[in-house]
């Protein structure tokens, strides 16, 4: 069993990839999408980690132990995502202007200017 | 420890040795995802809870340099990828151009991160006494944008008219931001060693296409900070940006 060898002609195609989505990242931050631009903002990085752990990491290379702790690292992260944000979705607390706060600043006027 | 050459007595061969670190390596980068995962989230539940102070604070940074700092983070990562191919491939003196590359290219990231962190100390955006976000937009200095300024101005002013606790959440804005590019940066400088080690090593003609397990290592580690920022450079900068 030899490993396989990533071609300089994929890694400089790879590079391309990113400097276009970082290019394309900053123009959309600049569009009015509403609540998408946090989806596409995520959405081009989540494409732009795919493509460094794919071929710069030569995940796609690898074998299935390591592509196997690749995947189980996603889904704890998104284990742990998921339960915490729908925990703080469901809890009620104030956060009016102002009055709410999620933590009360004992000493915030040793803070404030 | 009994070692012939490269290879260690519990191995049989440097093949299974190679793939038994890069094993590791990855099951340590799981540990670090769930790491910057924790921050992330901490991140995202205080910005949904106050994306005013959260927006006002990101347009405070300086775009081009966020840009410019994640093309360059880009491109070490391209070098280190082609330092471990000139390893695989034989190529000795290449191994030390690309890795030479990377480090410097890696050098100027930090740089660069030096003087947005100057900046925001000038701009009194450090969070504790004296934070103030009303501070920057009426003392101008060398080299603002004063059309940007007035801007920023009037965004602000517009947000203590809402909320006089702009100051106090922004402090959290502030705060996360210097705890997780500090963060990064901290691994940057970590990475920065490593490579040190790696060029060392590459004067001495070490890396072979038989023996390479360190290049490729360290490259699993320098790509995975790269991606931490591929994620850091969005959510910091510009998740405000379109108004």
């Known amino acids: 069993m030899s490993e396989h060898i990533v071609s300089p002609k994929i890694y400089l195609l790879i590079f391309a990839a990113l400097m276009l989505g970082t290019g394309l990242t900053v123009w959309a931050a600049f569009q009015n999408f509403g609540k998408f631009n946090i989806i596409i903002a995520l959405g081009i990085a989540t494409i732009k980690a795919t493509l460094v752990v794919l071929y710069f990491m030569h995940a796609r290379y690898s074998p299935k132990r390591t592509q196997l702790v690749i995947v189980c690292s996603v889904f704890w992260l998104a284990i742990m995502l998921a339960l915490t944000l729908s925990d ?13 706060r999620l933590v009360q600043p004992a000493a915030s006027h040793l803070f404030s200017a | 420890m009994h070692r012939t050459g490269e290879l260690y007595g519990h191995f049989q061969t440097l093949e299974q040795q190679k793939e038994s670190a890069t094993f590791g390596m990855w099951i340590f980068l799981v540990t670090e995802v769930l790491f910057f995962g924790g921050m992330f989230l901490a991140y995202t539940i205080n910005r949904s809870a106050f994306s005013t102070a959260f927006g006002i604070g990101s347009n405070t940074l300086d775009i081009t340099l966020g840009a410019g700092n994640t093309v360059v983070l880009i491109m ?30 890696g050098t100027v990231f930090l740089g660069v991160k030096g003087i947005e962190y100057k900046q ?8 504790g ?3 103030d976000m009303k501070y920057h937009p009426t003392h101008p200095m060398a080299g603002d944008d004063l059309k940007e300024l007035a801007l920023e101005k009037e965004e602000v002013d517009k ?11 922004g402090q959290l804005y502030f705060s996360l931001y210097f705890g997780m ?11 920065a060693g490593l490579l040190l080690w ?4 590459s004067f001495a003609g070490r890396f072979t296409p038989q023996y390479n397990a360190p290049v490729e290592i360290v490259g699993l580690y320098w790509h995975f900070v790269d991606i931490v920022w591929i994620f850091l450079f969005p959510l910091l900068y510009l998740i405000d940006r379109h108004r």
């Open chain 2, 120 to 127: 925001k100390f000038d701009h009194h955006l450090i969070p």
């Open chain 1, 88 to 100: 703080y979705d469901t809890r009620s607390h104030e956060t009016q202007p102002g009055e709410g």
């Open chain 2, 129 to 131: 006494r004296g934070f």
């Open chain 2, 181 to 191: 590019t500090g963060l990064h940066a901290l691994h940057m400088i970590v990475g």
């Open chain 2, 198 to 201: 790696l060029i060392k090593g």
């Open chain 2, 76 to 105: 070490s990562s391209l070098t280190m990828a082609m330092a471990v191919w000139s390893a695989q491939v034989g190529k000795k003196k290449l191994v030390s151009i690309f890795l030479i590359a990377t480090l410097a290219l």
């Open chain 2, 159 to 169: 947000a203590f008219a809402v909320d006089p606790d702009i100051n106090f959440h």
